[in-house]
Nanobody, 112 residues
Framework: QVQLVESGGGLVQAGGSLRLSCAASESINAMDWYRQAPGKQREWVATIANGGRTNYADSVKGRFTISSDSAKNTVYLQMNSLKPEDTAVYYC?????????WGQGTQVTVSS
């Protein structure tokens, strides 16, 4: 079983930045960030795979950066130029030993 613990959420003004962290209890080859805004479906935000390959949703491309520290089993999501529409609960996810795991989520609120 894998535990994923997110941190770093908070309240920020539009145009500001936040960095989210997701610490995994095991070494994971690929991890993703998802988000869910109030009244909306959960949506994929970014992925980092083995070897450092990254991919982003069009809505965050150029503003968000996903990275990892393998020594700490931690993935980060640097979020710049935040917009009110980025307000959501952000979740990290990982596949491990044939199962899919979600963290508990961290709230990001961007005020206009």
């Amino acid at each position: 079983q894998v535990q994923l613990v997110e941190s770093g959420g908070g309240l920020v003004q539009a145009g500001g930045s936040l960095r989210l962290s997701c610490a995994a209890s095991e070494s994971i080859n690929a991890m993703d960030w998802y988000r869910q805004a109030p009244g909306k479906q959960r949506e994929w935000v970014a992925t980092i795979a083995n070897g450092g390959r990254t991919n982003y949703a069009d809505s965050v491309k150029g503003r968000f950066t996903i990275s990892s520290d393998s020594a700490k089993n931690t993935v980060y999501l640097q979020m710049n130029s935040l917009k009110p529409e980025d307000t959501a609960v952000y979740y990290c996810t990982a596949a491990y030993a044939g199962r899919f795991y979600w963290g508990q989520g961290t709230q990001v609120t961007v005020s206009s």
